[in-house]
């Protein structure tokens, strides 16, 4: 991505100075530094340890694309990204769940809007991938 998003009347145009904004949902210090590691010269990346925290984050701020592990302590995944699309403010962020049982949450998840399962172990070409793929989706979606 690599570019700003900027909104006038509907219309989003690109400049080259805008670094997506990430907010990375992740009670796993090593996953977290991990996936920062790989994203972090490309994106801003705001980090949260669990579902409370990052809704705590999104008062202040609206992320670009939210990624989130499924099973966190206090707040996990799942009722995150409910309490997200109940919410008119974060209702249009795309969320990536980083599972390493994606498959038995992608029913539960089938009402969401643009939602992405990934593997835990997922490899970094694609995360980004998923990544560049729900950012340029949430700017058409926009």
Do not use: F
Not at 127 to 139: D, G
Request: aromatic letters at 4%; glycine letters at 4%; proline letters at 2%.
């Amino acid at each position: 991505m690599g570019q700003q998003a900027n909104k006038r009347h509907g219309v989003v145009a690109m400049t080259e100075s805008y670094k997506a904004h990430i907010l990375l949902v992740e009670d796993d210090i090593c996953m977290t530094e991990m996936i920062c590691e790989i994203i972090g010269d490309e994106y801003v990346v705001t980090t949260a340890s669990n579902g409370k925290e990052a809704l705590m984050v999104m008062k202040g701020i609206v992320p670009d694309l939210v990624i989130t592990d499924v099973n966190m302590p206090e707040m996990n995944g799942l009722l995150l990204l409910k309490r997200m699309r109940q919410n008119l403010r974060l209702v249009h962020v795309p969320v990536i769940v980083n599972s390493s049982n994606g498959d038995i949450y992608i029913h539960k998840l089938s009402t969401a809007v643009q939602t992405w399962i990934m593997a835990e172990k997922s490899k970094e070409e694609e995360l980004k991938s998923l990544i560049h793929s729900a950012l340029r989706n949430r700017i058409s979606w926009k």
